[in-house]
């Protein structure tokens, strides 16, 4: 699986984005998505995932009820909708698929290249 993020950008605190994840392959549904975030030196973080069949959700506790996961199989593509923007969500933003749903990054087999986030305040 091959996957490619795209979305970011500079915005202010309080702005919307919405980040895309286009997956390559016929087994999209298959997969568990999730998206994290890293800064430099740092690890990568959860922010959310959704299973591959039945959508089961779960946002890390610092995104819940701001941010938005959802997913087009047809399309193959795991967006993540971001609403009022913190300047602490600045971060490089990564999509993961996964064999099954999991808040710790070495659960991912593929990665995206990452999209980055600035959030201004």
């Known amino acids: 699986v091959q996957l490619q993020a795209s979305g970011g950008g500079l915005v202010r605190a309080g702005d919307s984005l919405t980040l895309s994840c286009l997956a390559s392959g016929r087994t999209f549904s298959s997969y568990a998505m999730g998206w994290f975030r890293q800064d430099p030196g740092k690890e990568r973080d959860f922010v959310a995932h959704i299973s591959g069949s039945d959508s089961r959700i779960q946002y890390a506790d610092y995104v819940k009820g701001r941010f938005i996961i959802s997913r087009d199989n047809a399309k193959n593509t795991v967006y993540l909708q971001m609403n009022s923007l913190k300047p602490e969500d600045t971060a490089v933003y990564y999509c993961?698929?996964?064999?099954?749903?999991?808040?710790?990054?070495?659960?991912?087999?593929?990665w995206g290249q990452g999209t980055e986030v600035t959030v201004s305040s």
């Open positions: 993961g698929a996964a064999k099954d749903v999991g808040s710790t990054s070495f659960r991912y087999d593929f």
